[in-house]
Each structure stands twice: as structure tokens, then as C-alpha cells.
């Protein structure tokens, strides 16, 4: 993470303010932690829709995860590719909407 270059995007790569990436890496480690959960579940026996409701959480976290993750990319990556005069991202960015709405 280079914090002097951050929201810069280019050649596949997004620099991250130091806040966002904690914030992201803070996310993923509680989604961790549900998964950990989870099998802990399984091992224990325990009841079959108490571990659905466990999964249910982890998606919507996950869910979370990613419209912030897009968000920020809309406000940097497209953004900046679009002052720029390139539309390339704005594509790929629809691509991604149709396969995360699968």
C-alpha cells in the first residue's frame, strides 16, 4: 500500500488511502472470523438452520464487502478513467455489476 499514491489506479493496481485499507482488511478479517464460526458449527453438531442463519450473515457481510469495494471504485478508478477520456472502465465495470447480480 503506498499511502502517497493513494486512489490512484492504473495497469490493474488501486493504491489505497491507509483508512480504506483498514476498513476493508477490518471487514474481511469479521468475515473471517463468521466462516471460523461457522465450521465450529459444524463440528459442534449443531442445529441445521442455525448454521444457515450463520451463512445468511456472512453473505450479507460479504454483500456489504462488495458495494463498498464497487463504491469506491465508481469514485476513483471510473471516475478518473472517465476525465481521462477512456471509457475502458466504465465496460468493465458493467461486466462486473452482471456478474455480481448472477
Known sequence: ??????????????????????????RLSRIEGQVRGVAKMVEDERYCIDI????????????????ELLTEHIRTCVVNDIKEGDGSKVDELCDTIKRLMK
Open 1 to 26: 500500500m503506498a499511502e502517497n499514491k493513494a486512489h490512484v489506479c492504473s495497469d490493474r493496481v488501486k493504491h489505497r488511502t491507509e483508512k480504506e485499507y483498514k476498513d476493508l482488511m477490518n
Open 52 to 67: 444457515l442463519n450463520q451463512v445468511g450473515a456472512i453473505n450479507s457481510a460479504l454483500n456489504a464487502f462488495s458495494r
